[in-house]
């Protein structure tokens, strides 16, 4: 079965640091790009961050460029997302996604690991 | 950045209806377009990507029309399992999202 499973959220202080883990099975995790998604509470969809298959292209929205940090490890299958500078504003549920070039849309998601960014 | 408006906020209907929910671009996105579904409690589900193709597994209740700015899905005899949330999704220069389009038993 394919299968992303994230893990790492929690609750946190404003100006903290929190890392995402993201583990796929079930295909070839090094032919895929790879995203963060971010949903706040009762909101809609925001994507985060992209990282190609092998790493070597990094994309990140405006509002986390500079502070977060996408990465990947294929030999393990796992991705990450290093988060400093943590606001208010970050709390959220955060997914990763698998991005389909072919359909240009994000095929396979996990079920999400919750941020709550707070003093 | 491409903005995308979802129309109506709100839809409700009996189960058997049609939805026709709307998705309309600020700029031309071709055909690069898709929708997802979201249920309480559960990630989006990939429905319709390029616009009016179904993905694996989706119903043909499920239908996606559209190119350039202005998208349609349409469900077509609702079931009880069809009220959710649906958002439509680009991705042109990075990908962006409508606010969401909540079909609810009316």
């Known amino acids: 079965e394919v299968q992303l499973v994230e893990s790492g959220g929690g609750p946190v202080k404003p100006g903290g640091s929190l890392r995402l883990s993201c583990a796929a099975s079930?295909?070839?995790?090094?032919?895929?790009?790879l995203n963060w998604l971010r949903q706040a509470p009762g909101k809609g969809l925001e994507w985060v961050s992209a990282?190609?298959?092998?790493?070597?292209?990094?994309y990140y929205a405006d509002s986390v460029k500079g502070r977060f940090a996408i990465s990947r490890d294929n030999a393990k299958n796992s991705l990450y997302l290093q988060m400093n500078s943590l606001r208010a504003e970050d709390t959220a549920l955060y997914y990763c996604?698998?991005?389909?070039?072919?359909?240009?849309?994000?095929?396979?998601w996990g079920q999400g690991t919750m941020v709550t960014v707070s003093s | 950045e491409v903005v995308l408006t979802q129309s109506p906020a709100t839809l409700s209907l009996s189960p058997g209806g049609r939805a026709t929910l709307s998705c309309r671009a600020s700029?031309?996105?071709?055909?690069?377009l898709a929708w997802y579904q979201q249920k309480p409690g559960q990630a989006p589900r990939l429905l319709i990507y390029?616009?009016?193709n179904r993905a694996t597994g989706i119903p043909a209740r499920f239908s996606g029309s559209g190119s350039g700015t202005d998208f349609t899905l349409t469900i077509n005899s609702l079931e009880p399992e069809d009220f959710a949330v649906y958002y439509c999704?680009?991705?042109?220069?990075?990908?962006?999202f409508g606010q969401g389009t909540k079909v609810e038993i009316k």
């Open positions: 700029q031309s996105v071709s055909s690069q």
């Open positions: 999704q680009q991705r042109t220069a990075w990908p962006t």
């Open positions: 390029g616009a009016s």
């Open positions: 996604a698998r991005w389909a070039e072919d359909k240009t849309a994000f095929d396979i």
């Open positions: 079930g295909f070839i995790f090094s032919t895929y790009p």
């Open positions: 990282i190609s298959n092998t790493g070597s292209n990094i």
